[in-house]
Nanobody, 124 residues
Framework: QVQLVESGGGLVQAGGSLRLSCAAS????????MGWFRQAPGKEREFVAA????????YYADSVKGRFTISRDNAKNTVYLQMNSLKPEDTAVYYC?????????????????WGQGTQVTVSP
C-alpha cells in the first residue's frame, strides 16, 4: 500500500517556475515507478512525466519536454516535478501516481495509487 500527498502548487505568471513534491508512505515506494499526471477543467487526465524506481530512466510528454524535470529521493520517499517556463496551458490539477513494476507507463489505468492533487494556475 502506498499513500501519496502532493504539495507545491499555486498561482504563477507565465514564464515562472514551480516545484511540486509528492510525499509517499509505504515500504514499496523505492520499488515503484512514479508518475505525474494533470487534469484541466473539462479535459481528461493526461500523462506528464514518469520516473523508474532508481531514477535512471525518465519519460516526458512532448508538451512538457525541455521545461519540466521529474526526480526522486528514495531516502525521503519523495518525488518532485520541477516546472520551468510555465505556460497558461499548463494550468491544471496535478496528480502524483505510483505503480508496481519496472516499466514506465503513460496510461492512468496502469497506476495503482493516486494522490489527491494540487492546483497549478498559470496566469498570462
Amino acid at each position: 500500500q502506498v499513500q501519496l500527498v502532493e504539495s507545491g502548487g499555486g498561482l504563477v505568471q507565465a514564464g515562472g517556475s514551480l516545484r511540486l513534491s509528492c510525499a509517499a508512505s509505504g515500504r514499496t515506494f523505492s520499488t515503484s515507478v512514479m508518475g505525474w499526471f494533470r487534469q484541466a477543467p473539462g479535459k481528461e487526465r493526461e500523462f506528464v512525466a514518469a520516473i523508474n524506481w532508481s531514477g535512471s530512466n525518465t519519460y516526458y510528454a512532448d508538451s512538457v519536454k525541455g521545461r519540466f524535470t521529474i526526480s526522486r529521493d528514495n531516502a525521503k520517499n519523495t518525488v518532485y516535478l520541477q516546472m520551468n517556463s510555465l505556460k497558461p496551458e499548463d494550468t491544471a490539477v496535478y496528480y502524483c501516481a505510483a505503480r508496481s513494476g519496472l516499466d514506465i507507463e503513460v496510461f492512468t489505468t496502469r497506476y495503482d495509487y493516486w494522490g489527491q492533487g494540487t492546483q497549478v494556475t498559470v496566469s498570462p
